[in-house]
Each structure stands twice: as C-alpha cells, then as structure tokens.
C-alpha cells in the first residue's frame, strides 16, 4: 500500500482515510513518530486500553503478577500492530 500526503505551511497534514481505517483512528487519536534512520520514521498509535480487557487469562483465581501484566499488554500490543 502506498499514501501520500502533503505537509501545509502550518506543519499539518491529512492522515489518508484508508490509513485512518486500518489504524482504526478517530479525532483524537494519538500517533507516535518513532525515528528508524535519518529519512525514515514509523508511526503508530496507542492502543485503547479497554482493548486489553480479558488477556489476561485466569490461573485458578491466581492473582497475576506485574511480570505477567507487562508481558500481555507488550503482546496484545504487538498483535494490534500486525492487523
């Protein structure tokens, strides 16, 4: 896939709404700019934390340790960002 935008002389430009549709943006949403080289940066979004309820799968009523949190949201995360 391949979108173009153009940067107005205020510095903004138009996220293309097939783009909008994949990331599932709205107004509002955040997008972070990540630097991968000199010429290159990715963009990414949040993901809505509501989205994370119920990864974490019960083990007998077993509270679930920070480890264990931190490695579902770092997975959830990654799964939202292949779709």
């Known amino acids: 896939m391949f979108s173009d935008s153009l940067i107005t002389s205020k510095g903004q430009t138009t996220v293309p709404k097939e ?3 994949d990331l599932h943006l709205n107004t509002g949403s955040k997008l972070i700019w990540t630097k991968k080289s000199d010429t290159e940066y990715v963009v990414s ?3 809505p934390l ?3 309820q119920g990864m974490l799968k019960s083990q007998l009523n077993k ?3 920070i480890e264990e ?3 579902a949201i770092a997975e959830g995360a990654i799964e939202s960002f292949r779709k």
């Open 63 to 65: 509270p679930a340790t």
């Open 50 to 52: 509501m989205s994370l």
């Open 45 to 47: 979004t949040t993901v």
């Open 19 to 21: 783009v909008r549709d």
């Open 69 to 71: 949190m931190n490695d």
